[in-house]
């Protein structure tokens, strides 16, 4: 794998995605800057991942120039099981590892269980099997929607399938407006603002 997208490794790091934005845009992990069809895209390093959890367990409260310093030494020694900034900080690498390699996991399964067939609503990710967005999915969920609603209202789901639309979805947030979730029957419009966009000259 050539690397990451940001969504990605704030999804297999727990770290929020502005934190991994910042990491990038700091120098604090390395980084590539690929095309992706008609766009450029800037990935995250494999390597790099590791150095992003330990950020996330604690490492992200040094100082920048520590935190640099420590990822240079996870970086010249990928496989060493600890590091040693000073004689009180000693970083261990097992538990960030471990929560990394589940988590690989865990995207891999939901990846499988995703279909985006150009013939089947014009390409949009959608659970294999059935004409269910993911994304769709996945924001109910995010409003609150609970699972078994979900299941109620779309025959053909598993839990399963709920949980990988929300996995996915982290991992590869769809871009432009948000689809409307279906809300329950006891919702109702309050209010909807309109913000004006400015003509662009």
């Not at 150009?118 to 967005?133: C, D, K, Q």
């Not at 709920?162 to 769809?174: C, E, N, Q, S």
Request: net charge positive; aromatic share 2%; proline share 7%.
């Amino acid at each position: 794998m050539t690397g990451f997208t940001p969504s990605q490794a704030a999804m297999l790091t727990g770290l929020p995605l502005s934190a991994v934005r910042k990491a990038i845009d700091n120098a604090v992990v390395p980084s590539r800057l690929m095309r992706l069809g008609r766009t450029k895209q800037r990935m995250v390093a494999p390597e790099a991942l590791l150095c992003l959890k330990l950020e996330q367990l604690g490492v992200g409260k040094l100082p920048l120039s520590h935190r640099k310093r420590i990822y240079r030494s996870v970086l010249a020694q990928p496989a060493a099981q600890e590091w040693r900034e000073s004689e009180a900080v000693v970083i261990r690498a097992e538990a960030a590892r471990l929560s990394i390699d589940a988590e690989i996991e865990k995207l891999r399964c939901a990846e499988a269980r995703v279909v985006s067939d150009p013939e089947i609503l014009s390409g949009l990710p959608v659970i294999g099997g059935t004409r269910i967005p993911v994304h769709l999915i996945a924001e109910m969920r995010r409003q609150g929607a609970p699972i078994q609603e979900i299941l109620e209202g779309y025959r053909g789901l598993t839990p399963e399938d709920i949980a990988a639309a929300v996995l996915y979805a982290l991992a590869h947030p769809r871009r432009g407006a948000r689809l409307r979730a279906r809300l329950p029957k006891s919702a109702r419009l309050i209010e909807e603002r309109r913000i004006p966009v400015a003509d662009v000259a």
